[in-house]
């Protein structure tokens, strides 16, 4: 599966990670015109996000930014440290974002949603998803 960024658009996609320490997901915001994906580190299966309500609230770990090829990506990664498929590619749009905070806005065709991220410490960041009506 190709999934291809609109130059003129954000993207969020979300890889499954099965690394030698763990699971987790990568959570990938590319911003239009920008070199790299912002990173983050999610030890949640999003799937799990809109189980309580329509909502979720958690921490989540910031990480480099990433090349924009793990945008579609599915494979092995370098050095033995596991390997990743996507599970969520979407076309996005970055409602706010500075060094300490982002927001974007997703939509969808069963229920569009927002992400919200803010930073707390250090490499720490509150993760925020709601669904919208």
Known sequence: MVWQQDAQSDALVILYHISPWGIHWDIFIGLAGAPDLLTWRCPIDPASWFWAAGQYDGIVIRLPNHRPEYL????????????????????????????????????DLSASWTMHLKHVEGQRWRLSVQKVP
Do not use: K, L, M
């Not at 390997?83 to 927001?103: G, K, L, N």
């Open 72 to 107: 579609d990506y599915c494979g092995p990664i370098s050095n033995d440290r596991g390997w990743v498929v996507p599970i969520f590619q979407r076309s996005a749009t970055a409602r706010r974002h500075t060094a300490d905070e982002i927001e974007i806005f997703v939509p």
